[in-house]
Nanobody, 121 residues
Framework: HVQLVESGGGLVQPGGSLKLTCTASGSIFGINHVAWYRQAPQNEREMVAE???????HYGDSVKGRFTISRDNAKNIVYLQMNDLKPEDTAVYYC???????????????WGQGTQVTVQS
């Protein structure tokens, strides 16, 4: 059994900062590719940040320069540091990770339950 849990969401004012955490638990050998997605009401799900096994990162255009994804492999934790938040960042944020349960190059994709981020004056 493998589980992803997001935390750190909340209500912040425009220009504020928030740090999200994605914690993986269960039978885990290693975590491969990881991405953060978000979905606002009435909108489709959007990729905001991703990080590869080698540490390469990629960000959605709307968050470049403001968000930073990082990972702590020893703790099976992935972070999303969000700075200079804007009202349009309001959404439920989801962690998506490819996780290997045994040694080798193969893994499966898992999703967290989401954490709400609200940016409001």
């Amino acid at each position: 059994h493998v589980q992803l849990v997001e935390s750190g969401g909340g209500l912040v004012q425009p220009g504020g900062s928030l740090k999200l955490t994605c914690t993986a638990s269960g039978s885990i050998f290693g975590i491969n590719h990881v991405a953060w997605y978000r979905q606002a009401p009435q909108n489709e799900r959007e990729m905001v940040a991703e990080i590869t096994n080698g540490g390469s990162t990629h960000y959605g255009d709307s968050v470049k320069g403001r968000f930073t994804i990082s990972r702590d492999n020893a703790k099976n934790i992935v972070y999303l540091q969000m700075n200079d938040l804007k009202p349009e960042d309001t959404a439920v944020y989801y962690c998506n990770a490819n996780i290997a349960r045994v040694a080798g190059p193969f893994g499966f994709d898992y999703w967290g339950q989401g954490t709400q981020v609200t940016v409001q004056s």
